[in-house]
């Protein structure tokens, strides 16, 4: 392996052995994921969703991982043969662990605010905690009572840190003309089937008319819905919501009064028509259709009534029969 680093593809098998401990990197924090909720995920685990799970999940962790590691890769396969210095690839080496020991936080920290949602975090957090004026509270009082994802997140990143894979071939060693071209055309060819395949892991596939995976997609590899969270990633969940907007209850009209004069659903005049003929009174079914945008823990005002004293704004749904 060491005569390999050392070759003129050190950086592209370089690259590979890095982003394979990428992929280690989310796999513990997936483990760490389910142990924490374990009583969550326990009802849905067989052999056969065991596998869906799996593969669901290194189809979202390819997506997380090329989308946070872009600028990385560039770097790594710049067709310039000047970049073969220590230097240079000690600035690649702390970019490779800050990205990463951030993605590895953002899935440990998401695993415990889970129970508080039952679903990946996704930018709609910013939202929620607009109002939260004791979020060092927060953060502070978990911290401390989920100390062992705290030492398992310093573990994991030295970990990082001492298995770097660094490239160590040196620019000097490129001395003819012909030398340097040959490193930069093998080069721009890596960086060329990278570029395509960075792409079609961060679809999800180039298959001709399909839209870029979502969160949506998750549920094509569990049977129940909370599932999709251990599917998922943080790092995708957030991604993938940059930008989108909140779900807002529409105001169609001002008072009942006013839908009532558009359509109204009791028949008044039914029934008076009914008694005065001395007929029994109608007994007809209601039916009632309810969409709802989400199933989420904070979507439903019946899961929090104890915080913010019985305040706590949610989407809630009422009818009568």
Same mark, same amino acid.
């Given at each position: 392996?060491?005569?390999?680093?050392?070759?003129?593809?050190?950086?592209?098998?370089?690259?590979?052995?890095?982003?394979?401990?990428?992929?280690?990197?989310?796999?513990? +924090?997936? @483990? &760490?994921?389910?142990?924490?909720?374990?009583? $969550? %995920?326990?009802?849905? !685990?067989?052999?056969?969703?065991? =596998?869906?799970?799996?593969?669901?999940?290194?189809?979202?962790?390819?997506?997380?991982?090329?989308?946070?590691?872009?600028?990385?890769?560039?770097?790594?396969?710049?067709?310039?043969?000047?970049?073969?210095?220590?230097?240079?690839?000690?600035?690649?080496?702390?970019?490779?662990?800050?990205?990463?020991? +951030?993605? @590895? &936080?953002?899935?440990?920290?998401?695993?415990? $605010? %889970?129970?508080?949602? !039952?679903?990946?975090?996704?930018? =709609?957090?910013?939202?929620?905690?607009?109002?939260?004026?004791?979020?060092?509270?927060?953060?502070?009082?978990?911290?401390?009572?989920?100390?062992?994802?705290?030492?398992?997140?310093?573990?994991?990143?030295?970990?990082?840190?001492?298995?770097?894979?660094?490239?160590?071939?040196?620019?000097?060693?490129?001395?003819?003309?012909?030398?340097?071209?040959?490193?930069?055309?093998?080069?721009?060819?890596? !960086?060329?089937?990278?570029?395509?395949?960075?792409?079609?892991?961060?679809?999800?596939?180039?298959?001709?008319?399909?839209?870029?995976?979502?969160?949506?997609?998750?549920?094509?590899?569990?049977?129940?819905?909370?599932?999709?969270?251990?599917?998922?990633?943080?790092?995708?969940?957030?991604?993938?919501?940059?930008?989108?907007?909140?779900?807002?209850?529409?105001?169609?009209?001002?008072?009942?009064?006013?839908?009532?004069?558009?359509?109204?659903?009791?028949?008044?005049?039914?029934?008076?028509?009914?008694?005065?003929?001395?007929?029994?009174?109608?007994?007809?079914?209601?039916?009632?259709?309810?969409?709802?945008?989400?199933?989420?823990?904070?979507?439903?005002?019946?899961?929090?009534?104890?915080?913010?004293?019985?305040?706590?704004?949610?989407?809630?749904?009422?009818?009568?029969?």
């Amino acid at each position: 392996m060491r005569r390999l680093l050392k070759s003129t593809f050190a950086s592209p098998i370089a690259l590979i052995l890095n982003l394979a401990m990428a992929y280690a990197i989310f796999l513990v +924090a997936r @483990l &760490a994921y389910f142990f924490v909720n374990y009583s $969550y %995920f326990a009802d849905g !685990l067989t052999a056969s969703s065991l =596998s869906a799970w799996v593969r669901g999940s290194l189809l979202f962790d390819t997506s997380a991982i090329l989308y946070t590691h872009i600028p990385y890769i560039v770097m790594m396969l710049l067709p310039l043969w000047l970049k073969e210095n220590r230097g240079y690839h000690r600035v690649c080496k702390w970019l490779f662990v800050v990205v990463n020991a +951030a993605s @590895l &936080a953002i899935n440990l920290a998401d695993s415990v $605010y %889970f129970p508080f949602t !039952l679903r990946r975090t996704t930018t =709609s957090v910013f939202r929620e905690f607009d109002n939260e004026n004791n979020i060092s509270g927060i953060l502070l009082h978990n911290a401390v009572t989920h100390w062992y994802l705290l030492l398992l997140f310093f573990v994991m990143v030295w970990l990082a840190w001492k298995l770097y894979a660094m490239p160590r071939n040196d620019y000097r060693s490129y001395v003819s003309v012909r030398s340097r071209w040959m490193y930069s055309a093998r080069l721009f060819a890596c !960086l060329a089937v990278a570029g395509v395949l960075t792409v079609a892991g961060c679809r999800g596939g180039l298959q001709s008319g399909v839209r870029p995976i979502t969160i949506s997609n998750a549920n094509q590899y569990v049977d129940r819905p909370t599932d999709c969270a251990l599917v998922l990633n943080t790092p995708f969940a957030l991604i993938r919501t940059i930008g989108k907007s909140d779900f807002t209850v529409p105001d169609y009209f001002p008072s009942l009064a006013a839908s009532a004069q558009v359509y109204t659903p009791f028949h008044q005049q039914e029934y008076a028509d009914s008694a005065a003929a001395g007929k029994p009174r109608p007994n007809r079914k209601n039916i009632v259709i309810l969409i709802v945008e989400s199933f989420g823990r904070e979507y439903i005002g019946g899961f929090n009534k104890d915080f913010f004293g019985g305040k706590y704004k949610a989407i809630r749904l009422m009818w009568t029969s």
